[in-house]
C-alpha cells in the first residue's frame, strides 16, 4: 500500500509516469533507459537545465517537473533560459535523430546524472543537424577539414614567394634595402587590419553565414592577384608592391575566418586542454612553411641549374593553388547558423571590445606583447648583405628560408609537446636572451672573423635566421593561447583579431623602424655601400637591434605566469579606463603611421 505521509502526497508511482517526449520526468526516463544510468544516490544534487522549445524540435512541458523527478529518484529540474556554454559544463552531444547544440545543455553541479543526446527531431528538421561535439573538436572531421586547409595555404602562400621575391626585388629590380623593407612592410601591415575582417564577419553575414563567403572571397583575391602578376610578365615594383598588398589582404581574410572558426571550435574541447586545437592549427601552418620555403627554393634557380620556374610561373603557381585546395574544403565548413550563432549588432560588438581592452587582464599583457615586438626591429640590409657581400646565390637564400620555416615548425610541436605548462615569463626571458646571442654572432659574418677560423659563411649565416626561427616558434604560441581565453562568445572574431592587429601591426612599427636607422648620418647600408665593402653601418645596426631587444623585459610583470595566472587576473575583472585607451591609440596610432610611411617610400620609387 502507498505510504499517505505529507511528503508523499500526490505523488505518482512509477508506473504512473509519463514516459512521453513531451515529460520532463519522460526524458530522464528514457535517458536513464538509453544509458543504463542509476538514480542519483541521495543526498540529491540538482540538475540544471536549459530547453528551447520551437517548431520541430517538441515541447518540454514544465508542470510537475521537480514532482514527478522526485519519484523517479531524480534530482529535481531547474529550468532556466539563459546558461551559457561555458557554464553549463557538460554539452548534450546529438545523435542522427535528437535535436543539434546548442539548443540544450545540461550541468549536474557536483556530480550526478550524465546525459549526451537530446529530445527527439521529428519531421523533414532531422535533414539538417549540427555535428556531434566531437566532430567539432576535431581537425579532421569532414565538417572542420577547411581549417586545417586554410591554416596549410597560409604556410605555403608566405613561404613559396620569399625567396624568389628576395632575388626578384635586389637582382631584377635593383631594389634598395629601404625600397625591400618597404615591399616587406606592405605584405606585413595587412596583417594589422585583421580586426576589420574580425569585426565585419560578426556584424555582416553573407548568404546567410558569417565565415565561409569570406574564407571563399579571401581565397578569391589572393588568387586573382597572383594571376595578375603572372600575367604582368615583370612587374615594377609600384605593381608588385600593390598586387602584393591585395593579395596578402585576401590571405587575412582567410586566416581570420580560420582562427575565428577554431577558436569557436575550442570551447569544445576539454578545459584542461584548451589550446591544443589551436597549437595543431599553427602546427600545419608552419609545416606548410616548411613545405612552401623547400618548393620555392627548388624551383626558382634557372638562372643557376638552367631549369625551374620564372618569377611570373612562381605567381601563376601561387594563383592556382587557393582555387584547388581552400575553396572546395570552405566550402564544406560546418559554421553555426545565425539563429543559434546570436549575430550582435555593431554598437554591441563596439561595447564588447571596449569592455575587453579596458580590463586589466588584457591591456596589461597586450602593452607588455606590443612593446616587446615594437623592438624586434630588423637589420633591413641583411638580405642585401648576404648577396651582394657574400655572394649567396638564390638556391642558398632558399636553403636558410626552408631551415628557418623548419626550425619554427619543431618549436611550435616542441611547445606544444614539452613546454605547454611552462611558465611565460620563462619561456619569454630564455628566448629573447638566445635569439640576442645568435643576433650578435652576425658580427662575426659582416667582420669575416668565422674565414680566419676556417669556418663557412654559410654556418653563421643560419646562425641567426635558424635558430631564432626556432626559439620564435616556441615563443609564439603563448600568447595565441592567451588571446584565445579572453575571447567573449559571439564576439569571437572581432575580439581575437583585435588582440592579434595590435601585435601584428607592432611588428609592422618595427619595420619601420628597420627603415629609420638607414637614414641616420654616416649608417649607409645601400647596395653600392655593401659592394664596396663599407660595412659601417652594418655593424652599428646589428649591435643596436641586438640590444633593443632586450629592453622589454624589464616590463615582463605586465604579463601572466600561465594560464592559472590569467584566469586569476580575468576573474579579478578589474577594469582600467586609461589602460583602454592607451591600447586603442596605440593600435590606430600605429596603423596610421606604418601605413603612411609605407606609402610614401613606394611612392618614392
Known sequence: MRSTSSDNTNRPGPKEIDESPASVAGVARFLQRKRGLRPLPKPQRTLSATTCNGGGYGAVQAQNANARSRADGLAPLDIGMNLDVEEAGTLLRPTPEYMPE?????????????TDSLLPRHGKDAAALSPPRAKLANLWAPVSLGLPAAYFFIGIATSFITTPLQVYMVQDLDAEPAAQNTLNVLTTLPWSFKLLFGFLSDV???????????????????????????????????????????????????????????????????????????????????FGSVLGAGTGTLVYNKDAWGWGLSFAQVCFVLGVFPLLFVVPFAYMVWEKPLSEAGAKSVPEQCRDIWNTVTLDA??????????????????????????????????????????????????????????????????????????????????VLIF?????LGISDY???????????????????????????????????????????????????????????????????????????????????????????????????????????QLELQANKHRTTLGGIAFLVALIGSLTWTSSEAVITVLGE
Open 362 to 443: 588584457v591591456w596589461m599583457p597586450m602593452t607588455f606583447v606590443y612593446i616587446y615586438n615594437v623592438m624586434q626591429i630588423p637589420n633591413v640590409a641583411w638580405s642585401s648583405f648576404l648577396q651582394l657581400d657574400l655572394g649567396f646565390p638564390p638556391w642558398a637564400l632558399g636553403i636558410m628560408t626552408t631551415t628557418g620555416a623548419i626550425m619554427t615548425f619543431l618549436g611550435i610541436v616542441a611547445f606544444k609537446k614539452f613546454f605547454f605548462k611552462t611558465s611565460w615569463r620563462y619561456i619569454y626571458i630564455s628566448s629573447t636572451l638566445l635569439c640576442t646571442t645568435f643576433s650578435l654572432l652576425q658580427l
Open 204 to 286: 555582416q553575414p553573407v548568404f546567410g553565414a558569417r565565415r565561409k563567403p569570406y574564407m571563399i572571397i579571401g581565397s578569391l583575391m589572393h588568387a586573382v592577384s597572383f594571376l595578375m602578376l603572372a600575367a604582368l610578365g615583370e612587374p615594377s615594383m609600384q605593381s608588385l608592391s600593390t598586387l602584393m598588398w591585395v593579395a596578402t589582404m585576401g590571405e587575412i581574410m582567410v586566416d581570420v575566418m580560420a582562427d575565428t572558426l577554431a577558436v569557436e571550435r575550442s570551447r569544445y574541447e576539454p578545459s584542461e586542454g584548451r589550446g591544443q586545437m589551436q597549437a595543431t592549427c599553427y602546427a600545419l601552418r608552419f
Open 448 to 452: 669575416h672573423l668565422n674565414r680566419g
Open 102 to 114: 546548442p539548443r540544450a545543455y545540461a550541468h549536474a553541479s557536483g556530480g550526478g546524472l550524465e
Open 459 to 565: 654556418f653563421f649565416a643560419l646562425g641567426d635566421d635558424v635558430m631564432s626561427a626556432y626559439i620564435n616558434g616556441i615563443q609564439f604560441l603563448p600568447v595565441c593561447i592567451m588571446y584565445m581565453k579572453l575571447c567573449p562568445g559571439g564576439s569571437e572574431g572581432a575580439t581575437y583579431a583585435m588582440l592579434t592587429t595590435l601585435g601584428n601591426i607592432a611588428l609592422c612599427v618595427a619595420s619601420s623602424l628597420g627603415n629609420v636607422f638607414t637614414y641616420i648620418p654616416g649608417w649607409d647600408v645601400s647596395n653600392a655601400a655593401i659592394e664596396r665593402g663599407d660595412m659601417y653601418g652594418m655593424w652599428h645596426i646589428t649591435i643596436c637591434t641586438s640590444v633593443l631587444s632586450t629592453l622589454p623585459l624589464m616590463l615582463l610583470f605586465l604579463l601572466p605566469h600561465g594560464h592559472e595566472a
